[in-house]
């Protein structure tokens, strides 16, 4: 579909539509793949059952996969993809800098040095349960090193430039980088490295109901809140004086956008650890079909993102008997064609 | 502000408001970048706004947006302080083309013009809290000549149809002044002359950065001659632009003469003036 056909009332409605029946249709084909298959209609009647609409003749084989693994966890792929991929978009026109993902302030290293000091020293918190020491880790790192990137960026000024804080990223993510080298080679101990490395690619496999359901919020009100910002993020289209001029606070809309993508992203890291690619490619490919308008750009991107999560991780546990695919991998393995035929694009235009 | 009528144009004749700037000074760790400067754009006339490259014209005209808070000194449009002005209601008081305003974003002509309706819309967006929007963009798109081309993307356009959706974008914001920095640079002659010749036909309270003393002899009622972030000439281009300023400021034996075809002054030119830098 042309740009100017999706930018039409009914064309949009028709992507809305569409959209939205290719992800309820990937929850529903997911919720049936895996080391069992369980066919349409019995995803089907777990659900109606599970939701009060009758007496269905489920087993509690049937029950226990559908329910209590497959459909949190697929909760959770929405969700991650959704906030990886609007943070992608939001940022991305924020830094007015085709590169920016939502990694960009330091979020992810800043999780693996929380989750390394976890999984390879050992370091636990009194007072929490083992499965909740990672992903509280990781969080804490999070936002350490978000502070760290904030401090250096607003030194001397306080204007968050774009310039100014993607250096201060790559500077604590390098430092970050160190810290998780260091620890595991000096004390990683029998598998220790390759738990960590599966860990920085990512995983939804630890995603249980109760972790699911603070994604899924997270999502929510991650979007609720960029939408609030769509048209003040079109107006840096032009750059910073334009929208200074277009009577959009700059400095303060950059604060609430970076340290707002920045929370989401690192909820989603400590329960997901560092799902790659998503956010940097998915605002890509939707801007030719639905337009650079916030919008539509925001909404487009979250559907997308969450399609290609569901996608991912319904591979990264079927693709292997008994054995998880590390997802960042399989979103690396799409990620990098597209960037390559967008790159290519982008020089020929 | 009361007088804000359904008309982008309102015509020279309005009682438009006057630009003024008094003691504006601009430090830049500790090179002085603008001296104390003051001016008078008269309402509903263009005023040129002259001098060499790194005199100050880039920095005085994002003070005069309100964009940059100057050391000292203050601007006041129509009697009103600019920095006791919500943001949003200065943009919809002046508005700004920049110099070099470009982007990746593939934006549509009519999505460009579009954004200047941004101060006009509730803080959230929405278009219900601006329901003369859509006429406004029409109107300004029939105004700059791109009707025609509203649904074409920004990448597909020539410099001149760009700088005229961005002439586009300023006026959706219906403002009461409006600052041009440089418009013409990069375009070709015709281009030059028709962009200029259509923001006069405004009638609106006009500042131009130009680095064409032919074009701000032409176009221009009134001119400020900046040099060294210091005001050097202010006045009507004939009284202003002396043949002393031109050599003191620029460099050059030059002074303005009746065109020989229009009841106009224009640029003659010998050359760079002797031992001149």
Known sequence: MSPQGARSRTGRGLLVLGALAVLLGSCAVALGVGSVDVPVTRVLAVLARRAGAGDFDVTLLEDQLVWQLRLPRILGAVAVGAVLASCGAVLQSLTRNDLADPFLLGVSSGAGVGAVSVIVLGMGVGGLAAGAVLPAAAFAGALAALAAVLLVASAGGGALRPHRTVLAGVAVAHLCGAYTSVVVIMHGQGDAARRVLAWTLGSLAGLRWGSALVLVGAAVVALVWFLAYAERLDAFAFGETSARSLGVPVSATRWVLMVGTALVTAT?????????????????????????????????????????????????????????????????????????????????? | ??????????????????????????????????????????????????????????????????????????????????????????????????????????????????????????????????????????????????????????????????????????????????????????????????????????????????????????????????????????????????????????????SLAPHPRLPRQHLVWDGPSEGSR
């Not at chain 1, 919008?295 to 079927?318: E, I």
């Not at chain 2, 600052?179 to 375009?187: G, K, M, R």
């Open chain 1, 268 to 349: 989603t890291v400590a329960y997901a650890g560092a799902i790659g690619f998503v956010g940097l490619v998915v605002p890509h490919l939707v801007r030719p079909l639905v337009g650079s308008r916030h919008r539509a750009l925001l909404p487009a991107s979250a559907v997308a993102g969450a399609v290609l999560l569901v996608w991912a991780d319904t591979a990264a546990r079927s693709l292997v008997d008994g054995q998880e695919v590390p997802i960042g991998a399989l979103t690396a393995l799409i990620g990098v064609p597209v960037l390559v035929w967008l790159m290519a694009r982008r020089t020929v235009a």
């Open chain 2, 1 to 254: 502000m009361s007088h804000r009528g359904n008309c982008v144009h309102r015509g020279a004749h309005g009682d438009l408001p006057e630009l003024s700037a008094e003691g504006v000074t601009v430090r830049l760790g500790d090179r002085t970048v603008l001296d104390s400067v003051g001016l008078r754009a008269a309402g509903g006339r263009m005023t040129g706004l002259l001098g060499p490259n790194g005199s100050g014209k880039t920095t005085l005209l994002h003070v005069l947006a309100g964009l940059r808070r100057p050391d000292a000194g203050e601007v006041r449009v129509g009697g009103t302080d600019l920095r006791s002005l919500p943001d949003r209601r200065r943009a919809r008081t002046v508005a700004l083309v920049e110099q070099h305003a470009a982007t990746t974003v593939d934006l549509t002509v009519r999505e460009v013009v579009t954004l200047g309706r941004l101060p006009h819309r509730g803080r959230l967006g929405g278009a219900a809290r601006d329901p003369r929007g859509t006429a406004v963009v029409e109107e300004v798109l029939g105004m700059v000549g791109l009707a025609t081309l509203a649904e074409r993307p920004w990448g597909t356009l020539s410099g001149g149809e760009r700088q005229r959706a961005h002439l586009g974008r300023t006026l959706a914001q219906e403002p009461e002044v409006l600052l041009l920095d440089e418009p013409t640079n990069h375009l070709d002659l015709g281009q030059q002359l028709r962009f200029l010749s259509l923001v006069r036909e405004l009638g609106l309270t006009a500042v131009a950065a130009l680095h064409d003393l032919e074009l701000a002899a032409a176009f221009c009622d009134d001119v400020v001659v900046l040099d060294g972030g210091r005001v050097r000439g202010h006045g009507p281009v004939g009284a202003a632009l002396t043949t002393s300023l031109l050599g003191e400021v620029y460099g050059v034996e030059a």
